[in-house]
């Protein structure tokens, strides 16, 4: 070989070592970037955990607040509101009922026949949009058109002679909206919220101004129950099922009411009820302790909240906001590495991650997770994602899940723990008295809301955990139940159990 070949065979060589340098050092860095994502992940993975030790003691610390909420006004992060409500249906009503439920752009009309023996004969629902004007007009205005929606209702399924021998002529009222409330009939509109400001209803009884409207169109009805969702479920529950004690309400937001002896309402002292009991409106939204396992991205959501220092239960565990903590994490992971491509702006885009698409992205069960792939570049404009990366986000959306749903049945055991169902005694035995084998009593919570009835993954995780809380020897007594439109048929069904009593049951003295 020539002095010229021995040089281009060096030179070659020299190119190719230079070549597989260049490579080796782009596997590296890209190896580095990968670790570097995986690592984000692990550590959002371990600040989320929810081990049954921890969520223990999250039990605890809802019973403690739960104590000094009924203590005090302002004791505690939980309001623990009366509800004025001190009976629940038992399924033996009968008659045709009426609701009414305001809660947003749209308002719902119900009426449902009731037969005795834990039946509904019947069950009409219409649901009509409420005009943007008149969500900025008068409380005259705005009552008059739902007065009016409902006499038509009244008198398109129903006839007249039919409508007038209705015992009671009930009418459960549904107001979801910040409401002081004053009587089982009767609160005052604290704020607006959701768009709505109509000026002269604050500090006004909502329940007064729609019964005026009600007399203004005609209509010979009378409010019977104004009630929130939760409460709405809690009837719901207890109507089909006497060993229903509490409710909980996980969808877009999260809330949960209890059956409490009265006694045990301190802060109304002179509190009396003829039952002995009060249905409780924890608010539990606004829950908080050292022990929930609070993470970077759910500092950075709160910060950038509308009500910073505020619900922070419900940011950790509510419809509302776990699409977009998954946001942050996947903004964070394209932040620390080129996997996801060039960086989306819509990343940097608060909720634009839905609860629902970070669901479908979870439950993914095609084998190259296709639909993660869809919803990332539809959504947010992220495109030809990896499947390894894919399967990460999967993660993420599993660990923010399930973290959820193990919080919200740690808050489920903390209300049985409060009145004694939980096994442990507490303030009233959870054991059925003068027997010897002490066995426990069934106790029923029921449930409602999109990210319980359904979310399977959700369901399950929470199902799980509160069986993991309450060990092998009691869970098999506690049953959670799935329940439907609290907010309307638990009004009616309100309605209905209190529309033929003729005194106030519920007095403070």
């Known amino acids: 070989m020539g002095k010229l070949g021995l040089g281009l065979a060096v030179g070659c060589a020299v190119a190719s070592c230079a070549i597989a340098a260049v490579m080796v050092g782009r596997r590296v860095r890209s190896r580095r970037r990968w670790w570097r994502v995986v690592r984000a992940v692990d550590e959002f993975e371990e600040a989320a955990l929810t081990p049954v030790g921890r969520l223990k003691q999250v039990v605890d610390a809802m019973a403690v607040?739960?104590?000094?909420?009924?203590?005090?006004?302002?004791?505690?992060?939980?309001?623990?509101?009366?509800?004025?409500?001190?009976?629940?249906?038992?399924?033996?009503?009968?008659?045709?009922?009426?609701?009414?439920?305001?809660g947003g752009t749209y308002?719902?009309?119900l009426r449902i026949q009731l037969g005795g023996q834990k039946s509904i004969l019947g069950h009409d629902v219409e649901?009509?949009?409420?005009?943007?004007?008149?969500?900025?007009?008068?409380?005259?205005?705005?009552?008059?058109?739902?007065?009016?929606?409902?006499?038509?209702?009244?008198?398109?399924?129903?006839?007249?002679?039919?409508?007038?021998?209705?015992?009671?002529?009930?009418?459960?009222?549904?107001?979801?909206f910040p409401v002081k409330q004053t009587s089982l009939s009767s609160g005052t509109l604290i704020k607006w919220t959701k768009g709505f400001s109509i000026d002269d209803m604050v500090e006004k009884d909502v329940v007064e101004c729609l019964q005026r409207a009600?007399?203004?169109?005609?209509?010979?009805?009378?409010?019977?129950?104004?009630?929130?969702?939760?409460?709405?479920?809690?009837?719901?529950?207890?109507?089909?099922?006497?060993d229903t004690v509490a409710a909980v309400v996980i969808g877009t937001g999260t809330n949960a009411c209890y059956l409490e002896r009265a006694d045990a309402v301190i802060k109304c002292q002179g509190l009396l009820t003829t039952s002995g009991g009060m249905v409780i409106n924890m608010e539990w939204g606004n829950f908080w302790s050292s022990h929930l396992p609070r993470t970077s991205y759910d500092i950075d959501l709160d910060a950038?909240?509308?009500n910073s220092n505020d619900q922070g239960f419900e940011k950790m565990?509510?419809?509302?906001?776990?699409?977009?903590?998954?946001?942050?994490?996947?903004?964070?992971?394209?932040?620390?590495?080129?996997?996801?491509?060039?960086?989306s702006s819509k990343l940097a885009t608060q909720f634009a991650l839905s609860t629902p698409l970070m669901a479908a992205m979870h439950e993914d069960d095609t084998p190259d997770l296709s639909e993660v792939a869809k919803i990332l570049e539809e959504t947010l404009d992220i495109h030809d994602v990896p499947l390894k990366a894919r399967k990460l986000v999967v993660k993420v959306c599993?660990?923010?899940?399930?973290?959820?749903?193990?919080?919200?049945?740690?808050?489920?055991?903390?209300?049985?723990?409060?009145?004694g169902r939980d096994g442990t005694g507490g303030i009233t035995s959870g054991r059925v008295k003068g027997v010897k084998s002490g066995k426990m009593r069934r106790t029923v919570v029921a449930i409602e809301g999109g990210l319980y009835t359904s979310y399977t993954v959700?369901?399950?995780?929470?199902?799980?955990?509160v069986a993991e809380i309450l060990g092998e020897e009691i869970a098999p007594y506690v049953i959670l139940k799935e329940m439907e439109d609290g907010s309307g048929i638990g009004a009616a069904l309100l309605a209905a159990s209190n529309s033929a009593r003729s005194v106030d049951t519920v007095q403070v003295l």
């Open 65 to 102: 607040e739960m104590h000094a909420g009924l203590a005090s006004e302002g004791g505690s992060k939980l309001k623990m509101l009366l509800t004025f409500v001190d009976s629940l249906p038992d399924g033996s009503e009968s008659g045709i009922y009426y609701a009414l439920h305001v």
């Open 107 to 109: 308002f719902r009309i």
């Open 127 to 176: 649901r009509k949009p409420i005009p943007q004007h008149l969500m900025t007009r008068t409380s005259e205005e705005f009552f008059d058109f739902i007065a009016l929606s409902l006499k038509e209702f009244v008198e398109r399924t129903g006839n007249n002679s039919q409508y007038s021998q209705v015992r009671g002529k009930g009418l459960g009222f549904t107001f979801s």
């Open 214 to 242: 009600l007399s203004r169109r005609g209509l010979d009805i009378n409010v019977a129950a104004l009630v929130n969702d939760s409460v709405g479920t809690l009837a719901v529950g207890h109507f089909y099922d006497k």
């Open 304 to 306: 950038d909240s509308h």
């Open 317 to 343: 565990i509510s419809g509302l906001y776990l699409g977009d903590i998954v946001r942050r994490v996947i903004c964070k992971m394209s932040l620390v590495s080129d996997i996801f491509g060039p960086f």
């Open 398 to 419: 599993d660990v923010v899940t399930r973290r959820a749903a193990r919080l919200a049945a740690a808050g489920i055991v903390g209300i049985l723990k409060k009145i």
């Open 458 to 465: 959700f369901r399950e995780y929470l199902n799980e955990a």
